[in-house]
């Protein structure tokens, strides 16, 4: 089931002035987010559409996630975000990143989500036919 | 339908680290969730199940928001919301906020939200029936 | 001190699935967070490094927000901020932003947020130079 | 230096709608938020005020989390944590944390987050004074 793990998404933002915190730097909490936000962007270059796969009834929660912080970001800091797919199996996925500066290329923050493929109602199922024929 | 604006319902709890910014003081989005904090706790105190009440079907989205800003709150700082109904229409309701020092007794912030009831296709109702109910 | 309100410059991203609530709709305080990033954009394209001003001790407060809601965002839709200038003053500025959907152009969210320019230790004080040069 | 760990600090309070994403349960980055406040609450309690070492100086990064979820919480759930000090050594600390549902004292998410003491400068430094003498 699982092919292909080296395709590496990049997605790149500036840091928001909300993210930071009173120590002056991006909030340790906003990396899920920023993870969130390459993971999404990583489905759509890929054309999977996770609104209308939501809609189907599937659901995809997070289960694990882990965060190293080597550095920190500051408002209006430019953030790269390298994501790829670390395990893709019938019934859960893990996501790594890393966080990088994209100025000179220094990871600062790198870390993983794990997820599994629910129904609406919570229950374990296969994954969607759409994410399977991604063949990632 | 407006009776009895006077009811001032009060909240305290503490700034959360995440909630500040690299100013050093609570970002000025944070209130509206404090807002919402107060009218939570409205309704809670009032013995008013929300999340029944939007199982029901009924939806209370928020039309229009202000807020003015006369000081700041810091981490770990204690927040007292003072919450009341300042208009209680058929369809729609505001209510009015004052954030204070609970220590001095002075107003940092102050503000309103104003709202109305939907079905859950988003089409503007007439109040649940247990909200006329609670003669606020 | 008042010149040219007319430019507007226009931000472009995507719904974070973080931002979305129970509704399924992007949570309203959010939309300060949005018009924050049309801000931010604005004066990183007229050059104006906001960082180096915090640096110099210059502080931009927010004094007084609005916000009408008119339609909603969901997760993974494109929003499209317009942001302007609407007043300049030598100890103030007023924002004011329209929150699109680029598809079709409707505007969904509209809002202003006010500021006053103050020096670390909160006392209201001039523009700095940087900000007048900008004849915005 | 490690002593005593079973000290566990009991913190509640409400699930925010702010904190809920589309999948109507609360958002799993806020976990990480709910940490913090079970964290800091177990500072005050052991009369520990944070905002006064800051001000000596210090700074108490995050340099690692890992969370584990099991089950979730809705809008207006009431939420425990237990938080605790695993391990306390000269230059950091690592606290643990059980998220549970307090009706049924079902855990439902857990975790840890990895703190270094540093000066304001970000240079790894000693742990302050107050915190060695809290023998925790």
Redesign the interface.
């Given at each position: 089931m699982t092919k292909n793990r080296q395709k590496i998404l990049e997605t790149e933002?500036?840091v928001?002035?909300?993210e930071?915190?009173?120590?002056?730097?991006v909030?340790?909490?906003?990396y899920?987010?920023y993870f969130?936000?390459g993971r999404?962007?990583y489905m759509?270059d890929h054309g999977f559409?996770?609104?209308s796969i939501?809609k189907e009834g599937f659901?995809f929660?997070?289960?694990?996630?882990?965060?190293?912080?080597i550095g920190?970001f500051?408002?209006?800091d430019k953030v790269k975000i390298q994501t790829k797919i670390e395990e893709n199996r019938s019934r859960s996925v893990t996501f790594a990143y890393d966080v990088l500066n994209p100025g000179t290329g220094e990871r600062l923050v790198s870390g993983f989500t794990k997820h599994i493929w629910t129904d609406s109602e919570g229950n374990v199922t296969r994954m969607p036919q759409k994410w399977l024929e991604l063949s990632l």
């Open positions: 933002f500036h928001r002035y909300a930071t915190d009173a120590m002056g730097v909030h340790h909490a906003t899920l987010i969130e936000e999404s962007q759509r559409d996770f609104s939501e659901r929660p997070v289960t694990e996630v882990g965060v190293r912080y920190s500051r408002y209006g």
